[in-house]
């Protein structure tokens, strides 16, 4: 989530940095105080897709109070994932805009992200996005049951988000960032981009 600069008097944006508003300490304590900080975050998106947040997408893994500071545990899509930076200042700046200070956000490795960790209600999101989801998940095992739709056909090509056609191919392993690939529609003929199973 990027904010564009304050437009000065002569309709010029400011190119100086912004200082950070005076806000109202937020009086919530307790469980009230993870709820309201899990609230603030639902409002961080990705950088890169903007529909999702941080939440939906798999990232955000945990909050936890410990004394008076809250504990933002957060997991990289990808490693040197360009997003990142983004996304922990803008938690931040959410935060921090809900008089939620005190607040310490870690970045853990372990378990990995994995696209499995969004889920089918991301997945509309992302195709009413014009994104196709991940068409199967990354982690296959034999012996598990399979209760989403998507995991019984493992490595088909992605579904067109625009008009649902199986009919699909491949024209770029990385689409408009290295987490996407770039396929074409058969049918409307229309490019998109789909988010690789990771
Ligand atoms: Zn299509």
Redesign the pocket.
Known sequence: MTMAAPLDAFGLADPRPQKREQVTPNSATGPARVQAAYAALEAVMDPEIPVINLRELGVLRDVALQGDTLHITITPTYAGCPAMAQMREDIEAALHNQGLSPFAVRTVLSPAWTTDWMSASTHDKLRAYGIAPPAHLSTESANTAQPIRWHSKPQTTPA?P????PL?TLIAQSGSTACKALYR?V??S?PFDYFKPY
Do not use: D, F, N, P
């Open positions: 067109c625009q008009c649902a056609s699909t529609c049918q409307c229309e």
